[in-house]
């Protein structure tokens, strides 16, 4: 028992940057038709910045915004007008918003209606901005649900300022651990079974 506490405390610094890491996607950001701002938190205005950073670098000359809608698709008034004004404060330019149902699991039928959306308009690529620590589960569903398709999809992870610290504060463990166990919940609960069925609908 003494070895493994000892042995835990040695390395813990290289454990909390390791949990870290697993939860952040590759940043592999392409040129590409649109670029889709992950838009779950709508007053995140880093994924926001971030998007009108890629856009004005030439990497999308589209920006899709998920808001929130009822099953008929009718985006919630709320959620609109903030995913609108948080754009405009971040300087995005001309939005699209892309409708999606807050049914379970939420990111899984987001994502599958983002894709039909982007199949509808012909697009053949978008780069996906992200929450840092949410990133690789939101690239990994992405990944899945466009899988079959002709769509490219990469991802450009935003934030991770002060990560590195995140055992030394309460919020920091409590937030590292929601996204871990979220990550661990869609990689061997949700995606092995549930993608073929949404694609189809």
Same mark, same amino acid.
């Given at each position: 028992? #003494?070895?493994?506490?000892?042995?835990? $405390?040695?390395?813990?610094?290289?454990?909390?940057?390791?949990?870290?890491?697993?939860?952040?996607?590759?940043?592999?950001?392409?040129?590409?038709?649109?670029?889709?701002?992950?838009?779950?938190?709508?007053?995140?205005?880093?994924?926001?910045?971030?998007?009108?950073?890629?856009?004005?670098?030439?990497?999308?000359?589209?920006?899709?915004?998920?808001?929130?809608?009822?099953?008929?698709?009718?985006?919630?008034?709320?959620?609109?007008?903030?995913?609108?004004?948080?754009?405009?404060?971040?300087?995005?330019?001309?939005?699209?918003?892309?409708?999606?149902?807050?049914?379970?699991?939420?990111?899984?039928?987001?994502?599958?209606?983002?894709?039909?959306?982007?199949?509808?308009?012909?697009? =053949?690529?978008?780069?996906?901005?992200?929450?840092?620590?949410?990133?690789?589960?939101?690239?990994?569903? *992405?990944?899945?649900?466009? #899988?079959?398709?002709?769509?490219?999809?990469?991802?450009?992870?935003?934030?991770?300022?002060?990560?590195?610290?995140?055992?030394?504060? $309460?919020?920091?463990?409590?937030?590292?651990?929601? =996204? $871990?166990?979220?990550? =661990?919940? *869609?990689?061997? *609960?949700?995606?092995?079974?549930?993608?073929?069925?949404?694609?189809?609908?």
């Amino acid at each position: 028992m #003494a070895l493994i506490l000892v042995t835990g $405390w040695l390395s813990r610094g290289w454990m909390s940057v390791a949990i870290v890491s697993s939860l952040v996607c590759a940043a592999n950001a392409a040129p590409s038709d649109a670029i889709v701002v992950e838009n779950f938190d709508s007053d995140n205005y880093l994924v926001f910045e971030r998007a009108g950073e890629l856009r004005r670098a030439g990497l999308g000359r589209r920006v899709l915004v998920p808001v929130t809608a009822n099953n008929n698709l009718d985006p919630n008034a709320g959620a609109l007008g903030t995913a609108r004004l948080v754009a405009d404060l971040a300087r995005v330019g001309d939005v699209e918003i892309v409708p999606i149902r807050e049914i379970e699991p939420i990111s899984l039928n987001a994502a599958g209606d983002v894709r039909r959306y982007v199949e509808r308009h012909g697009m =053949q690529s978008i780069v996906l901005v992200s929450p840092y620590l949410r990133s690789k589960r939101s690239a990994s569903v *992405y990944a899945a649900v466009f #899988a079959g398709s002709s769509i490219r999809v990469t991802c450009e992870p935003v934030g991770g300022r002060g990560v590195e610290t995140w055992t030394e504060t $309460w919020h920091g463990v409590q937030n590292v651990a929601e =996204q $871990w166990a979220k990550w =661990q919940y *869609y990689r061997f *609960y949700v995606l092995p079974g549930s993608v073929l069925s949404l694609v189809e609908k």
